[in-house]
């Protein structure tokens, strides 16, 4: 066969990776729209399941700082969540209310100060306890030189912190802690040739709108080149930074699995038009173990009584006095000017 003679096609996606470490990759993708390569976006950003310390028991804390902030602090330390599916989440678990060993990872935190310089405590000092799903899960990131992690507070002489924290599964649509990215860029046509972008400037947009790297990778327009009303973005640039709970080259094949797995339960709707698999079984849009966002009655659809404090201490609907009349009434039940209007 003569190899010389055949044309290749550019069809199909295809990506071209330009940079690449342990923290950051640096990729353009062709051959794909603007919905498919902004949905892999937002999918990164928001929808790809990490672990995260999501419960902390205090037992001790005399240190300056209060319990919610350590909290806090915590809940923000990157942890490995490297085949993070062998976790299952917490409002999927049928064997608990609250966690266990199939839906949680539990780390423990004892520090005390016992000599006269101040003590700081570091992510290091997390100790994962078992058992575990994997040998990877759950380990606290830790990339500066010194090997100690993000520093979670300082104690002065007999100060103590004894804690037990709780890791889970989540994503970044959930809260930010899940998110396994610390930025994603995201650009297309940067010679703006499609005009989707309307520059401000005062003289000269050239000169005051600066040329990013990405535009050395395109043909500027042409002086005189009459505008194209077909055209469309086919090349976006892509850099993808992870946050250490993930490598970004997993961040990015674990984004295009979660695509493919809403694009299943998509097809799976209209082919069943809601009424169910081949077996007769219903299935709802997350019936391929996609992440999901909590329902509104709770997580998953089960009531963990999280409405206590949305009620009053009267219980006789919101907006009702003491008296046990509609808001605004007083309790002779109307005004010296007649009843209430609004």
Same mark, same amino acid.
């Given at each position: 066969?003569?190899?010389?003679?055949?044309?290749?096609?550019?069809?199909?996606?295809?990506?071209?990776?330009?940079?690449?470490?342990?923290?950051?990759?640096?990729?353009?993708?062709?051959?794909?729209?603007?919905?498919?390569?902004?949905?892999?976006?937002? &999918?990164?950003? /928001?929808?790809?399941?990490?672990?995260?310390?999501?419960?902390?028991?205090?037992?001790?804390?005399?240190?300056?700082?209060?319990?919610?902030?350590?909290?806090?602090?915590?809940?923000?330390?990157?942890?490995?969540?490297?085949? /993070?599916?062998?976790?299952?989440?917490?409002?999927?678990?049928?064997?608990?209310?609250?966690?266990?060993?199939?839906?949680?990872?539990?780390?423990?935190?004892?520090?005390?100060?016992?000599?006269?310089?101040?003590?700081?405590?570091?992510?290091?000092?997390?100790?994962?306890?078992?058992?575990?799903?994997?040998?990877?899960?759950? &380990?606290?990131?830790?990339?500066?030189?010194?090997?100690?992690?993000?520093?979670?507070?300082?104690?002065?002489?007999?100060?103590?912190?004894?804690?037990?924290?709780?890791?889970?599964?989540?994503?970044?649509?959930?809260?930010?802690?899940?998110?396994?990215?610390?930025?994603?860029?995201?650009?297309?046509?940067?010679?703006?040739?499609?005009?989707?972008?309307?520059?401000?400037?005062?003289?000269?947009?050239?000169?005051?709108?600066?040329?990013?790297?990405?535009?050395?990778?395109?043909?500027?327009?042409?002086?005189?080149?009459?505008?194209?009303?077909?055209?469309?973005?086919?090349?976006?640039?892509?850099?993808?930074?992870?946050?250490?709970?993930?490598?970004?080259?997993?961040?990015?094949?674990?984004?295009?699995?979660?695509?493919?797995?809403?694009?299943?339960?998509?097809?799976?709707?209209?082919?069943?038009?809601?009424?169910?698999?081949?077996?007769?079984?219903?299935?709802?849009?997350?019936?391929?173990?996609?992440?999901?966002?909590?329902?509104?009655?709770?997580?998953?659809?089960?009531?963990?009584?999280?409405?206590?404090?949305?009620?009053?201490?009267?219980?006789?609907?919101?907006?009702?006095? /003491?008296?046990?009349?509609?808001?605004?009434?007083?309790?002779?039940?109307?005004?010296?000017?007649?009843?209430?209007?609004?």
């Amino acid at each position: 066969m003569d190899y010389d003679a055949m044309v290749l096609e550019d069809v199909g996606p295809r990506v071209t990776i330009r940079e690449s470490d342990s923290l950051k990759v640096d990729f353009i993708l062709k051959n794909v729209d603007l919905s498919f390569a902004c949905s892999l976006r937002r &999918i990164i950003l /928001a929808e790809i399941p990490t672990i995260a310390i999501d419960l902390v028991e205090v037992e001790t804390n005399t240190s300056v700082l209060p319990d919610e902030f350590i909290a806090h602090r915590l809940g923000l330390i990157p942890l490995n969540s490297k085949a /993070a599916d062998d976790l299952i989440y917490t409002r999927d678990c049928d064997s608990c209310d609250q966690y266990c060993d199939q839906c949680s990872i539990t780390l423990t935190l004892h520090a005390k100060c016992t000599g006269g310089d101040v003590m700081s405590v570091y992510a290091r000092d997390l100790v994962v306890g078992e058992p575990r799903r994997n040998e990877w899960i759950g &380990i606290p990131i830790i990339t500066d030189p010194e090997g100690q992690g993000s520093i979670i507070c300082k104690l002065r002489k007999n100060q103590e912190l004894r804690m037990k924290c709780v890791a889970k599964k989540g994503i970044a649509k959930e809260h930010s802690k899940w998110a396994p990215t610390a930025s994603v860029g995201f650009e297309y046509d940067p010679h703006n040739k499609l005009r989707h972008v309307d520059y401000w400037y005062e003289q000269d947009p050239l000169k005051e709108w600066p040329k990013g790297k990405n535009a050395e990778w395109e043909d500027p327009p042409q002086e005189g080149e009459p505008f194209n009303y077909e055209a469309s973005p086919g090349i976006f640039y892509l850099e993808v930074e992870s946050a250490g709970s993930l490598e970004p080259d997993a961040i990015v094949q674990q984004g295009i699995k979660v695509l493919q797995q809403k694009l299943a339960a998509v097809i799976q709707e209209l082919d069943t038009g809601g009424r169910g698999d081949a077996n007769g079984e219903v299935m709802d849009m997350n019936g391929y173990g996609g992440p999901s966002s909590p329902e509104a009655n709770g997580y998953g659809g089960r009531d963990y009584e999280m409405d206590q404090g949305y009620t009053t201490p009267y219980v006789n609907g919101g907006g009702a006095s /003491a008296w046990g009349g509609g808001g605004g009434a007083t309790p002779y039940g109307a005004t010296p000017y007649g009843p209430n209007r609004y």
